[in-house]
């Protein structure tokens, strides 16, 4: 790869890792107890207590070029401190030297998500059906499409979310989060007797149509495994995997369930 297309696609994978650690702090900001702990190589996620607790806590590394395994253990000591003893640490594949240390600190690699983006002028809009969206959504009933806890983040705010619905029936959801421009996707989901309809394709699409009408310019995801060729469909690219890693003092402790990863 040319020098200036590696910088050109690493400024792409912090535009992203930025956008997470954003909707994070939103995620925090709307849960009591709850923040975002940044310094300057990570941003870690906090939630010490409530269904939060054994679900979102998770840091992720914002410098490449830092010494993760220093980052690790001062994410692991803000944890302890809050009486955390489960989390995961996200690192990006790029971050070649980040990863090779922290294999050789004793770090275990928990499981990968695909980080996808889109140019948002390239966005696809799918055949699929015709929305039936309602028009004063929450995200409680967006986390209960996904099979979330109730309770989750009762003060969020600074989100926009999508419900469609049919026969009444909540079926399909989107949440998304802006920052500097960048659209970051959360929460897609579809219930179980609605699915193979392309709905979610359809809510996901949706919700980028607008944030490109309120003037983004990209968008951002963590996608599952069986939602990769849905975005795809929809013109989002990989750029690389984040890997999680828990530390060598972990002893096989649950990491916590992923933080709202998009799948369709």
């Known amino acids: 790869m040319r020098t200036d297309d590696q910088h050109a696609a690493r400024g792409t994978i912090e535009r992203a890792t930025a956008t997470l650690a954003a909707s994070w ?64 640490f996200w690192v990006h594949e790029t971050a070649g030297a980040a990863t090779r240390a922290l294999v050789a600190a004793g770090w275990r690699r928990a499981e990968s998500t695909l980080v996808m983006t889109l140019d948002l002028e390239a966005l696809r809009a799918p055949d699929g059906p015709e929305l039936d969206l309602d028009p004063a959504p ?32 909540d079926v399909a959801t989107a949440l998304t989060v802006e920052h500097e421009g960048d659209c970051g996707v959360y929460d897609v989901a579809t219930v179980p007797a609605a699915r193979r309809q392309g709905l979610g394709a359809a809510v996901t699409a949706r919700a980028l149509q607008e944030a490109r009408d309120r003037g983004c310019r990209t968008a951002s995801l963590q996608s599952t495994a069986a939602a990769e060729r849905v975005y795809a469909r929809l013109g989002f690219v990989p750029i690389g995997r984040f890997h999680e890693w828990t530390p060598p003092a972990d002893g096989g402790r649950r990491r916590p369930r992923r933080p709202a990863s998009s799948g369709a």
């Open 25 to 88: 702090a939103r995620f925090a900001d709307g849960t009591p107890g709850a923040r975002l702990v940044r310094t300057a190589s990570v941003a870690a996620a906090v939630f010490p207590d409530g269904p939060e607790r054994t679900i979102f806590n998770n840091a992720v590394l914002l410098d490449h070029d830092a010494d993760a395994v220093a980052a690790g253990a001062e994410v692991e000591a803000r944890y302890a401190d809050a009486g955390v003893d489960a989390f995961a």
């Open 138 to 169: 929450s995200a409680a009933r967006c986390f209960a499409v996904n099979g979330l806890p109730r309770g989750l983040f009762p003060a969020l705010e600074g989100c926009r979310v999508l419900v469609a619905r049919q026969d009444g029936r």
